[in-house]
């Protein structure tokens, strides 16, 4: 069982930056592939970036260029570097664990296991 817990979402104006933390629990957690998820409102969630097996990351083309995904597994912490943030960027962000091997880049939310429960990111214009 792993638990997820995000933090520093917040209000930004459009050009500015945000980074967001997720801790999780659990001692096996440089083994899991970590993902990132937006959900804006009345749309459905959003691949975002995940990285998985040490060094690998992937993007989707709406944020290739402006997110980075990095990782520290002695804190098990992976966090999201935001720059550049759009309007369009605003949503429910969350992170989500994948014990699974050998299937990412993993874009289906379904695939992942465990979810934190989302912090908030409001970019205005």
């Known amino acids: 069982q792993v638990q997820l817990v995000e933090s520093g979402g917040g209000l930004v104006q459009a050009g500015g930056s945000l980074r967001l933390s997720c801790a999780a629990s659990?001692?096996?957690?440089?083994?899991?592939?970590m993902g990132w998820f937006r959900q804006a409102p009345g749309k459905e969630r959003e691949f975002v970036g995940v990285?998985?097996?040490?060094?690998?990351?992937y993007y989707a083309d709406s944020v290739k260029g402006r997110f980075t995904i990095s990782r520290d597994n002695a804190k098990n912490t992976v966090y999201l570097q935001m720059n550049s943030l759009k309007p369009e960027d605003t949503a429910v962000y969350y992170c989500?664990?994948?014990?699974?091997?050998?299937?990412?880049?993993?874009?289906?939310?379904?695939?992942?296991?465990?979810w934190g429960q989302g912090t908030q990111v409001t970019v205005s214009s």
């Open positions: 989500a664990a994948d014990r699974r091997v050998g299937v990412h880049p993993e874009v289906s939310a379904i695939g992942y296991d465990y």
């Open positions: 990285s998985w097996s040490g060094n690998s990351i």
């Open positions: 659990g001692r096996t957690f440089s083994s899991y592939a």
